[in-house]
């Protein structure tokens, strides 16, 4: 049996996933599909508007076999860590393909442009525009450019970029299909066919009704809890404050804690100060994951010790995703948990940034997000 990989972050659950799942459903009619899930908090450094136990459980429902997460150190940095830690999942279980969306669906030019990214001149000249002032991915398409007349420039296809570099560095024997996309990723109006994760979070925010654009099951766990990034700018205010050295976080780079202490002042929310602090060389992408990271106490030690996924986390499965984990029991380099480990850094720190992720609910409803983290069980769905 095949099994294909896909990586997300179902923020939220929308009607354009439901068309990604069938279009591998139609292709790989017997194929066993393993997700790899973002968790609380997401790689653009905003929380996750569903909690990942929710998620979860949306995606079980919509044909996905197996769900394990992507750690917290990962599901938070630029598109080549999340890369390497979510290939660094699928390689562990043996995925034959990785199946994901893309704005140009060309493959070949992927992998062409895959191989071109490894090689130690590509490298070198990156860092030599990084060292003229632009970010980083500007240094990457310029670099591409100059060795093959080629650019990639739009979201998916980055990350597409990405996924099939650490398929090369590792190793792994993956292949990579892409599915069209329908629409545009920072697409923000609404679509009545599909709409971007962007749109609805939006229209979430300005109370829009977003029926047409999400399954049911989305709506019930939208109409049960949802987190908005701006309700913990509060908090991140004091973490600001209260900080004494804002550099020891990841992502803050020299300078920009003097950015940081003289914007905060002024700022009157979260994209308010994401805007003022952003430049032409730190994004403002890189600057929301920066807050983040400040945001839930990720410092530079912190990451430097997560350098590898340490354990493969199942957060659900159907029975064929069952007799997929009986099969690699004994048989990965790192260990599979079902459990929560208390000995476990890394379960520590998913404790922990949880734990802020629910900072914002009522003391209730807090607690019992909290303790899903501890005592929830992998959610099985019977087939």
Do not use: C
């Not at 790989?28 to 996750?48: D, W």
């Not at 030599?128 to 007349?149: D, H, M, R, W």
């Not at 990579?176 to 066919?193: A, D, G, P, V």
């Amino acid at each position: 049996m095949q099994k294909i990989g896909i990586i997300a972050e179902y923020n939220p659950f929308h009607h354009g996933h439901i068309y990604h799942l069938e279009k591998i459903k139609e292709k790989y009619k017997e194929a066993m599909i393993v997700l790899v899930l973002s968790g609380n908090f997401t790689q653009r450094g905003i929380p996750s508007m569903i909690n990942k136990w929710e998620k979860t459980r949306i995606a079980l429902e919509y044909g996905v076999d197996l769900v394990i997460e992507l750690p917290f150190p990962f599901a938070v940095q630029s598109a080549d860590t999340f890369a390497r830690g979510a290939i660094e999942i699928l390689k562990e279980m043996e995925v034959d393909i990785l199946v994901f969306g893309s704005e140009e669906n060309d493959k070949e030019k992927l992998i062409r442009l895959a191989k071109i990214q490894i090689e130690s001149t590509y490298q070198d000249l990156v860092q030599t525009y990084i060292k003229e002032g632009v970010n980083y991915p500007t240094a990457l398409n310029q670099a591409l450019q100059f060795f093959s007349k080629e650019k990639v420039d739009t979201p998916n296809d980055l990350l597409g970029l990405s996924y099939m570099k650490e398929i090369l560095i590792q190793q792994a024997n993956i292949q990579i299909e892409t599915i069209k996309r329908t629409n545009s990723y920072h697409e923000e109006k609404l679509n009545e066919k599909i709409s971007s994760a962007t749109s609805i979070r939006l229209a979430l925010a300005n109370k829009e009704n977003i029926e047409k654009q999400v399954p049911k099951e989305t709506l019930d766990a939208l109409e049960k809890q949802k987190f908005f990034a701006e309700d913990y700018f509060p908090l991140l205010t004091y973490k600001i404050y209260s900080s004494t050295n804002l550099a020891e976080y990841l992502s803050v780079e020299e300078g920009l804690e003097n950015k940081i202490k003289k914007e905060i002042d002024a700022a009157s929310s979260l994209d308010e100060l994401i805007q003022k602090t952003k430049s032409k060389r730190y994004t403002y992408n890189y600057i929301a994951r920066m807050y983040n990271h400040i945001l839930t106490d990720f410092k530079k030690d912190t990451a430097i010790s997560f350098q590898h996924v340490p354990y493969l986390r199942i957060l659900g499965f159907t029975q064929k995703g069952k007799q997929l984990l009986n099969s690699r029991k004994g048989k990965t380099s790192i260990p599979i948990y079902t459990t929560f480990q208390k000995q476990e850094p890394g379960f520590q720190l998913e404790k922990k940034v949880t734990s802020i992720y629910a900072s914002i609910l009522n003391p209730k409803e807090r607690l019992e997000i909290i303790k899903k983290e501890y005592q929830t069980a992998p959610i099985q769905k019977e087939v």
